[in-house]
C-alpha cells in the first residue's frame, strides 16, 4: 500500500472508529444489548485497521527519519477530529435549539 492509499485508508477507518464509537455510546447509554455489540465490533475492526497502519507509520517516522509518512499521520488525527465534530454537531446543534 503507497502513502496516499494509507493515508486516505485512514482517514476513512477513523471516520468509521468515531462514528461508531457515538453509536456505540448511545446504545449502552439506551441498555441495548445488540447495537452495543454489531456497534463494538465495528469499533474493534476500524481501531485494528488503524493501528496497523498507524503502527507502521509511526515506526517509519520515528525510527528510520521517514518524513513521507506524515501525511498518514495528519490523515489520521484528520480522520478523528472530524468525526468527533461530526458525532458532536448533533447534539450542539440540538443544544443551541433548546436555548432559543
Not at 82 to 87: A, N, W
Request: aromatic fraction near 8%.
Amino acid at each position: 500500500m503507497d502513502i496516499l492509499e494509507m493515508s486516505i485508508s485512514v482517514f476513512i477507518i477513523q471516520l468509521i472508529f468515531i462514528g461508531a464509537r457515538t453509536w456505540n455510546v448511545v446504545a449502552v447509554s439506551e441498555g441495548n444489548l445488540k447495537t452495543v455489540l454489531i456497534s463494538g465490533t465495528i469499533i474493534h475492526l476500524a481501531w485494528l485497521g488503524s493501528i496497523a497502519i498507524g503502527v507502521q507509520s509511526m515506526n517509519e517516522v520515528m525510527n528510520n527519519f521517514n518524513w513521507e509518512y506524515i501525511p498518514v499521520i495528519a490523515c489520521s488525527l484528520s480522520g478523528g477530529l472530524l468525526g468527533s465534530y461530526i458525532g458532536l454537531r448533533d447534539k450542539i446543534n440540538k443544544n443551541k435549539n433548546k436555548n432559543l
